[in-house]
């Protein structure tokens, strides 16, 4: 929220409520939908599909495509809301913008937006008019464009949608016989009809890591550094602090507010970095709460959530500290589920400083994060063993009945 707001907070459900509309309501929605609402803000969730997540603990919903320009103003006339915070990168950005020269407060702005739901402009705009360490990369439209720029940067590549979320369309070509069929994957998975597709040299890291960083009223703060691993493009674990050398650190730092900088607005921002060979290299941004970021709900004091409600109303940032290390994992299925059932909550959560999120989602495809668990423990070794070892206790099944 920009300062014009001040810190008023009017009363939910009443005239002068302070009315939070969020686009996309997946789990990281639903814990800013209720880190919002312990601010006393009026929420409202709108998705692609029924019964998502925030919907289920906002105040009200709406189902639209939001990529349909006409929807998204109806259902922003409709709600006059103080903030628009856009969850998820298929939306009419074009509109965003048009309605934020409107007077409507876009978090972080629509032109970031705009930008971070496209892996062309952000990287182009990290490399270029920024001018942070990223890895070779291209981009192609069609086939012919694609195969020279793997010749061109050399195998092994990795090759994804410009647009697309979750890792959805990302895969790895280590041998030529795998460019086809990385190309038809990137195609399939992309969120846009673009067809455009990155080539980016597959940088083997020592490690990889998020940094998230709050752009507030009173500057920029960074949290302590997460960890985390990945599948296919996808969050499987992550923990913090990841360990780095203070040199990678302020690097890292440094590189963050340059970009955050460019892009501009309140909020959080999940920055991805590699490390390779003590280097540190910008991967990816987010202008949101990020997936790796979910360990927060148990290691920092204020999760990112509350962080990133704080900046957008102009709320104050304290100092950022890990207070114990944490650890979180991903309850991942690996088949088609209509009606969800989980069994094994309850074991895992005899187990010593673990708790569990299960999002809630009505229905699972193969690949599809269904919850996470989330652990603390006097080492981060520890914390990592409890939240896979939680995970490993849950089963996730078709309920018949």
């Not at 002068?16 to 800013?32: D, I, P, R, W």
């Not at 190309?183 to 998020?210: H, K, N, P, Q, Y």
């Amino acid at each position: 929220m920009s300062p014009a707001h001040g810190n008023r907070l009017g009363t939910p459900e009443s005239p002068n409520a302070t009315t939070l509309l969020l686009l996309g309501s997946g789990e990281l929605g639903k814990e800013v939908v209720l880190a919002a609402q312990r601010l006393g803000i009026e929420t409202v969730a709108v998705d692609r599909y029924e019964h998502a997540p925030a919907m289920q603990v906002a105040h009200r919903d709406y189902i639209i495509d939001m990529t349909d320009a006409t929807a998204l103003r109806e259902v922003v006339q409709q709600e006059d809301p103080t903030i628009i915070i856009p969850e998820i990168e298929a939306i009419a950005t074009d509109e965003l913008k048009r309605l934020e020269t409107q007077g409507y407060d876009v978090v972080p702005t629509a032109q970031a937006t705009r930008l971070t739901m496209d892996r062309e402009w952000i990287r182009e705009f990290a490399a270029e008019e920024v001018g942070v360490t990223t890895s070779e990369y291209a981009f192609a439209d069609n086939y012919d464009t694609y195969r020279k720029a793997v010749e061109d940067i050399g195998i092994p590549v990795v090759v994804k949608p410009t647009m697309s979320s979750s890792g959805k369309g990302q895969s790895i070509v280590r041998e030529s016989a795998e460019i086809n069929g990385a190309w038809e994957t990137a195609r399939a998975g992309s969120r846009s009809d673009t067809g455009r597709v990155i080539i980016e040299e597959l940088v083997e890291f020592d490690s990889e890591f998020t940094l998230l960083t709050v752009r507030h009223a009173d500057g920029t703060t960074f949290c302590p550094p997460v960890g985390h691993t990945q599948q296919d493009g996808d969050y499987r674990t992550s923990w913090q602090p990841h360990s780095l050398t203070t040199e990678q650190r302020t690097t890292a730092q440094q590189m963050a507010q340059k970009v955050t900088d460019g892009l501009g607005g309140y909020g959080i921002f999940g920055v991805e970095f590699f490390v390779q060979d003590g280097t540190v290299i910008f991967s990816e941004l987010s202008p949101r709460p990020h997936d790796t970021g979910l360990v927060t709900l148990s290691s920092q004091r204020l999760s990112q959530f509350d962080l990133h409600l704080r900046a957008i109303l102009g709320l104050p940032i304290p100092d950022i500290d890990v207070e114990r290390p944490g650890a979180s994992a991903a309850l991942v299925v690996d088949e088609p589920l209509t009606r969800p059932a989980f069994t094994g909550v309850d074991e895992a959560l005899s187990m010593s400083d673990v708790d569990i999120r299960l999002f809630g989602k009505p229905e699972a495809y193969p690949g599809r994060r269904m919850g996470a668990a989330v652990a603390t423990a006097i080492d981060i070794e520890t914390a990592q063993e409890r939240a896979s070892e939680a995970v490993d206790c849950i089963h996730v099944s078709d309920d018949k009945t």
